[in-house]
């Protein structure tokens, strides 16, 4: 059975920083894309940023470039986002998502692009 799990999320100020992390169970994780996507209250779910399987290539949404650094570890089946310089306008709910493809050079951004999403794990940032 194929489960992502986040976990990392919490209430912090505006500058300060997080690390969410993203445990995958039950398939060959190196088999597979990975993205991270947030929700905002009211708001459309949005992509953040994207790691091939290999973690070669990465990719984010301009909103994030230089502050959102996503990564991976096979060895260990989870995927990571390092959110630095918080900003109130960076709460949500931050979801993870997985695509099973080894494509070379692919990038995913759209939520129908991932076929398994995790429950989310909240940030919120105070101001």
């Known amino acids: 059975q194929v489960q992502l799990v986040e976990s990392g999320g919490g209430l912090v100020q505006a500058g300060g920083s997080l690390r969410l992390s993203c445990a995958a169970s039950?398939?060959?994780?190196?088999?597979?894309?990975l993205g991270w996507f947030r929700q905002a209250p009211g708001k459309e779910r949005e992509f953040v940023a994207f790691?091939?399987?290999?973690?070669?290539?990465?990719y984010y949404a301009d909103s994030v470039k230089g502050r959102f650094t996503i990564s991976r570890d096979n060895a260990k089946n989870t995927v990571y986002l390092q959110i630095d310089t918080l900003k109130p306008e960076d709460t949500a709910l931050y979801y993870c998502?997985?695509?099973?493809?080894?494509?070379?050079?692919?990038?995913?951004?759209?939520?129908?692009?991932?076929?398994?999403w995790g429950q989310g794990t909240q940030v919120t940032v105070s101001s």
């Open positions: 998502a997985a695509k099973r493809t080894r494509v070379p050079g692919l990038i995913l951004i759209k939520n129908e692009d991932y076929d398994y």
């Open positions: 039950g398939w060959t994780f190196s088999n597979y894309a």
């Open positions: 790691i091939s399987w290999s973690g070669v290539r990465t």
